[in-house]
């Protein structure tokens, strides 16, 4: 009878220990979920399109306008960014000058015109709202150049942006690590099947934030 209590006991507290360790486990999944990330195939350069090494967009509109926009390399990248100013209707604006002013986890970076030309056109909805549809609903600006074959001429292109986005991808990569291991963040790129994480670059520092627009958002 001894013998049969014992085991009856054994056998209670293995199930309980069972029982204890799946509520465990079920407590902890959501926070062991795997972060969202991307890699250089979910980057889309549409057809149309050109992209300037600031990682502005432009699409011709016919009558020497250009439409412009930010990539979605750079969504990926900053993750969840907020567009808080644009160029003002009538400016004169040069190659270089800015165009817009993005913020993002309390950090700022801006985007800079592709073309010289007059802003005719701001979509003035995009004021104030968080980058979601670059290519479509989420347009920066219309420009008037004088010549848009011209200006465009320069841009990346179809299979030439194509390349271009992925070499910008590996050079993402390379800058995270780097910078990672400079501010002593872990789990900011993830390598693994050439994988990096949703808005790496908003867990970096200020500093790390400025040498990021030095190197991918300058023209």
């Known amino acids: 009878m001894v013998v049969i209590l014992l085991i009856v006991s054994i056998a209670i507290m293995v199930l309980v220990d ?14 062991i979920a795997s972060p969202s990330v991307f890699n250089r195939k979910s ?9 300037s090494k600031g990682h502005v967009w432009a699409k011709t509109l016919g009558n020497d306008k250009v439409k412009a926009g930010i990539d979605d390399f750079v969504l990926h990248a900053l993750g969840k960014i907020l567009v808080s100013e644009i160029v003002p209707e009538g400016s004169k604006i040069k190659k270089g000058d800015v165009l817009m002013k993005g913020l993002f986890d309390s950090k700022s970076v801006h985007f800079f015109s592709p073309v010289d030309g007059t802003v005719d056109t701001v979509n003035k909805e995009l004021v104030g709202k968080y980058l979601s549809d670059p290519y479509n609903d989420d347009w920066g600006l219309v420009i008037k150049t004088e010549n848009a074959d011209t200006a465009l001429s320069p841009l990346f292109m179809g ?7 992925k070499s910008e991808f590996k050079k993402l990569k390379d800058f995270l690590v780097m910078n990672s291991v ?29 040498d990021f627009e030095a190197m991918f958002l300058s023209l």
Do not use: Q
């Not at 980057?43 to 992209?51: E, I, K, Q, S, V």
């Open 159 to 165: 299979a030439n942006a194509v390349n271009w986005m």
């Open 182 to 210: 400079k501010t002593e963040l872990a789990g900011v790129t993830m390598y693994d099947g050439g994988n990096v994480m949703e808005g790496a670059v908003s867990k970096l520092d200020d500093n790390s934030v400025k």
């Open 18 to 31: 069972i029982f204890i360790i799946r509520a465990r486990s079920a407590k902890l999944s959501p926070s």
């Open 43 to 51: 980057l889309l350069a549409p057809d149309g399109f050109y992209f």
